[in-house]
Structures are given as C-alpha cells and as structure tokens.
T-cell receptor
Framework: GDSVTQMEGPVTLSEEAFLTINCTYT??????LFWYVQYPGEGLQLLLK?????DKGSNKGFEATYRKETTSFHLEKGSVQVSDSAVYFC????????????FGTGTQLKVEL | DTAVSQTPKYLVTQMGNDKSIKCEQN?????MYWYKQDSKKFLKIMFS???????INETVPNRFSPKSPDKAHLNLHINSLELGDSAVYFC????????????FGPGTRLTVT
C-alpha cells in the first residue's frame, strides 16, 4: 500500500536557522506530493505541492523537490521565523485511488527567538 | 466566506451516546472526505464521497455512518460512542476538475468521557 515516512519531531530551531524536514514515500502508482501545515488549533492548509518528477513546489519561502529516484520530497526553508511554528505533514495522493491523501506522521516545528 | 465549515467545533459526550458532525463546503467541489486525527496528530482517511456516492470506506467501524444529502454537505453520524473515538475529525473537499488540492475544515474535537 501507499505510505509516507517523515522525520520525527519535535524540531526546535532558532529564528533565521535553516530548516529541513525529510519525507520519503512508497506508492503503487505515480503520486502527487504535498506538504500541509497545521497551525495550533487550526485545520490543515496546503503549503506546497508537486505533481511530477523534478517539479519544485514553493510557497512562503518553503521549497520541496519531487525526487522520483530517491522517492523523496524534503521540505526546506532558508530562514525560519517564529510564525512558522506549526506541525508539517507530508502527504501523497494517487489518481485512481479515490484521490485520498495518505499522510506522514507529522513533524512539529518550534522556532524560538 | 468560509470555504469548508464544520459544526460543532467542540463536542463532549459520554460513552454510548450517538452524535453527529456536520460539514458544508461552498466551493462547488464534487468530492468530500472525512479524516480522523488522533492524539499523536496522525491523520487517516475515513470516508470519501463523490457527488453523494460513497467511494472510499477505509475499514471504519459501522458505528460510523456518513451521509451526503447533496454534494455540498457530508455529515458524519457516530453511534454508541467509545472512548477511542476521541479525536479531531476533519472534513475536506477536493477540486477534482482542476488542481486536486484538498481544502480542509477547521476540525471538530470530539471528547468521549
């Protein structure tokens, strides 16, 4: 079956530090890949996505590149802010599988001054 | 205007009771989902409906019964509530005609005592 593995948290960084959250996947078909963010007490928001190999998704300074050869979609940001503190979820969706999202376990990020 | 709304936001009830959670989307999407987020933040698909028809049922106990009166609404009824049903339930809708992005509601935190 389809699955997503992401690094365990929590991750604690100082403001302006570089962020990487690792994500790898296994899929029976050709998946689209997503990063969702959940701020405290809120629902999930799409942060970025990529639908084919070598695509780079980007938003709000965050980036992730769809690497088919390593089945990875690592999230990066060059300089984090306190407002980036949230839980980040890597997810995949395979067309024909009902388009459901299969999520990783989530990685909590805490950014301190 | 809220794109995906859920009611109630919080629900506290006793074991054995029956309760419903409502979800409405005003995005004109054809597909809607219910996800369950447990205490460790893990998200898992429960159901998916497309144009009022059930297309995904992820081995959820039959105490859970989704109902879609029209394509803008997907309600979740839970019979004989158990302690293990305590979680945050998220509704989502999907643009299957375009980006395939899923839009999430704010969540309903269910606490069974």
């Amino acid at each position: 079956g389809d699955s997503v593995t992401q690094m365990e948290g929590p991750v604690t960084l100082s403001e302006e530090a570089f962020l990487t959250i690792n994500c790898t996947y296994t899929a029976t078909g050709y998946p689209s890949l997503f990063w969702y963010v959940q701020y405290p007490g809120e629902g999930l928001q799409l942060l970025l996505k990529a639908t084919k190999a070598d695509d780079k998704g980007s938003n709000k300074g965050f980036e992730a590149t769809y690497r088919k050869e390593t089945t990875s979609f690592h999230l990066e940001k060059g300089s984090v802010q306190v407002s980036d503190s949230a839980v980040y979820f890597c997810a995949l969706s395979v067309t024909g599988g009902g388009n459901k999202l299969t999520f990783g376990t989530g990685t909590q990020l805490k950014v301190e001054l | 205007d809220t794109a995906v709304s859920q009611t109630p936001k919080y629900l506290v009830t006793q074991m054995g009771n029956d309760k419903s959670i409502k979800c409405e989307q005003n995005l004109g999407h054809d597909t809607m989902y219910w996800y369950k987020q447990d205490s460790k933040k893990f998200l898992k698909i429960m159901f998916s409906y497309n144009n009022k028809e059930l297309i995904i049922n992820e081995t959820v106990p039959n105490r859970f019964s989704p109902k879609s009166p029209d394509k803008a609404h997907l309600n979740l009824h839970i019979n004989s509530l158990e302690l293990g049903d305590s979680a945050v339930y998220f509704c989502a809708s999907q643009d299957t005609a375009g980006s395939y992005e899923q839009y999430f509601g704010p969540g309903t935190r269910l606490t069974v005592t």
